[in-house]
């Protein structure tokens, strides 16, 4: 079979079919700079079969015009891999991984700035035996920290080619690209079995000249004060609320413009359209569906800015050295914190930023932790009730009671967070899960990779979860519609549909715990966004939504004179936990792969909530 | 002397780095992460809160290390400045 692939590999490269590369490297070594400058947009982003690491593929033409076909590996300390991402790695490199084919040629790409670590797994990969390429990336700043680096020497003793490049420059990788026209495609002319430190530690010898003080001294000053006990915390703190006000802030007009370009478009088909069904299904259903979820893009895009700007700045790991124990205190590693931040913007964005996180458990956990951060779509809820129940009262001459409600809700639900994280991480108590993060050196993060880094994000936002929104939003739409009242009916035509028999079919379920059949209703529609449901209860009080510009403003009054407090109590203890939100729901099917953690989300999610409002129900009405 | 007793900002060069299971997969990374024997480790900072983890500089590399990753590198009694 060997044979069979080896003589299949070689056809392809001297006949017409592209040299399949795979670039493969230490994290932080600058290969995907290197990826974004010698492919550009002509990538192609998917997830390797059967797990969710993330394959990157593109394709470029060399000087002299062969196609290269070029697969960005994950990067990898070690092929004795720790990680799903690094299985992916060591397996494909090997041409073991089922669907890839063993690549022609293995790129591999070492920073000049970290020969001493990156070197090791250099050899490593050459040990594989296939044709190799060393690219000695990052040259520029070696040289501007006084190292020189003899090519020639290091190309000879390692035995393999080896070029220089600079990842991030404009042409830094024309180079490489040159290189490959002039190599002979074949394996490395050394392997060895013995100890790799000591290999490294000669080839650094004979190829490497220190300058007098060595290492990178501007890193370790910038981090005397981003690590520091004290002005760390402080900086994090400030970054943080940069950020979530630029999230909120600056999202805001472009959030408004969406949504009045989604309004205007179904306005202006029900106008130009005849008044049936097939109209009704395209403005109710799949505009306003699909509205409701590109509404999410600018905040979306604003928060990955800023993960994107930290992660490539080098920060990232610095704010997960700082919030380390705090995690770890809910048996988690400082990588859960900003998608859990996230998270309070919108649980949809803080998923998908689950991905820099390598531990699949910590990810799985923090993945089903985000629901409970309070996201942004519970606010108009949380509002509309508290306005509507509590009394607007000074607690102590200090506090406002409407307030500290508020508070008491955000609070109640990190706390179950904390709570759940804790149980949830109990059977993996004895098991060591290391944190064993690098602190890269400080980088200037590259404009281009930015955009690209979005371009992608929204793609993948766009094409997959807004695919599975839109059938959900049709699906929802038919079942409050359908049947139509009967003629000369009262009430609201919700009543006579399939969501309002349902709504009443789920009553015995909801009974005990205060709500009556229209917030059962209400829950319905909910689910596609939370905030919906505020409409949803207006529609079925049958308060005039179209003619108001604000049907909060009059539903309140009305609410509180139907409900009881303790129902009221218990509908804002529900909407902690309650898991009705099919976006967050849908992105976790998109990030896990699997529908296993969509149910143990939905379910615990729900289990909790009913709990919730049971005892908040039972216990308002015991006083 | 190990690892997470270091006084920050000295330098100390690593004996060894221990096993707590037969196969211990975190030692093992340590090790390919260059904390190999006779190379120099110094602690550049320490968590805010109860100095847990460290950040640490071997070769050009620096790393951060829960106490627990920390101690099971063994380092040289003789501490060079």
Known sequence: MNSMSQSAAH????????????????????????????????????NYAGVTVERKEGRFVTPAGR???????????????????????????????????????IICVVSATNLRLHLRFALEVRNLGRPMLLVLNMTDAASKQGLVIDLDRLSMEMGVPVVPAVGI???????????????RIAPPEKTLSGDLHEEVRRLMTLSVTYPPDEGNILGE??????????????????????????????????????????????????????????????????????????????????????????????????????????????????????PLLSSFACAVPGIMATRTIQNPRDRFV?????????????????????????????????????????????????????????VLKQRDRGVEHPLLLELPDYRFPNPR?????????????????????????????????????????????????????????????????????????????????????VSALATVYAVGVADSADPAAQLAPLLSAQWSLPTALSLLAWYVFAPQCFSTLAVIRRETGSWKPVAVTAGYLFGLAWLAAFLTWHIARAF | MRLDQMPSGQVAVVRQVENRSSEDPVACRLRELGFVPGEAVKVVARGPFGGDPLAVRVGMTRFALRLSEASRIILDETIAV
């Open chain 1, 11 to 46: 056809s392809r490269v001297s006949g017409q079919s592209p040299l399949r590369a795979a670039l493969v490297g230490n994290p932080n070594c600058g290969k995907t700079a290197l990826f974004n400058q010698l492919t550009g947009n002509r990538q192609k982003v998917a």
């Open chain 1, 67 to 105: 196609a290269v076909a070029l697969l960005d590996l994950p990067g990898t300390y070690s092929m004795n891999a720790t990680s799903p991402d690094e299985a992916v790695t060591r397996d494909v490199c090997a041409g073991k991984y089922r669907g890839e084919p063993a690549p022609d040629l």
């Open chain 1, 169 to 183: 420059r404009k042409g830094g990788a024309a180079r490489l690209s040159g290189a490959l026209d002039a190599m």
């Open chain 1, 221 to 338: 000053k910038i981090d005397r004060w981003v690590l520091h006990p004290v002005w760390g915390p402080c900086i994090l703190a400030v970054l943080m609320f940069v950020m979530f006000q630029a999230v909120f802030a600056w999202a805001q007009p472009l959030m408004d413009m969406i949504d009045a370009g989604v309004a205007w478009l179904a306005d202006t088909l029900r106008a130009t359209l005849p008044d049936n069904a097939l109209t009704g299904l395209l403005t109710d259903g799949v505009i306003a569906g699909a509205g409701t979820v590109i509404e999410f893009l600018p905040q979306i895009l604003i928060l990955f800015f800023w993960i994107l700007v930290l992660e490539e700045s080098g920060y990232l790991p610095r704010a997960a050295f700082l919030l380390d124990r705090v995690m770890a205190s809910a048996g988690l590693s400082g990588r859960s914190f900003i």
């Open chain 1, 366 to 422: 923090t993945i089903l932790l985000a629901p409970l951060m309070t996201c942004s779509a519970r606010l108009p809820v949380y509002a509309l009730l508290i306005g509507a129940f509590i009394p607007d009262r000074r607690i102590g001459g200090i506090f406002n009671l409407q307030g500290l409600v508020l508070f008491a809700l955000y609070a109640g639900a990190i706390l179950s967070a904390l709570v759940v994280a804790r």
């Open chain 1, 449 to 533: 990779d930015l955009a690209l880094g979005l371009w992608q994000r929204a793609k993948i936002f766009l094409s997959r979860v807004g695919t599975i929104i839109v059938t959900l939003s049709v699906l929802m739409w038919a079942l409050s519609s359908w049947p139509a009242p009967p003629a000369g009916a009262v009430g609201p035509s919700i009543d006579y549909s399939l969501a309002g028999r349902i709504g009443h079919l789920m009553l015995p379920l909801f009974a005990p715990i205060g709500f009556n059949w229209q917030i059962c209703v209400a829950l319905i529609p909910g689910l596609a966004a939370r905030e919906v449901a």
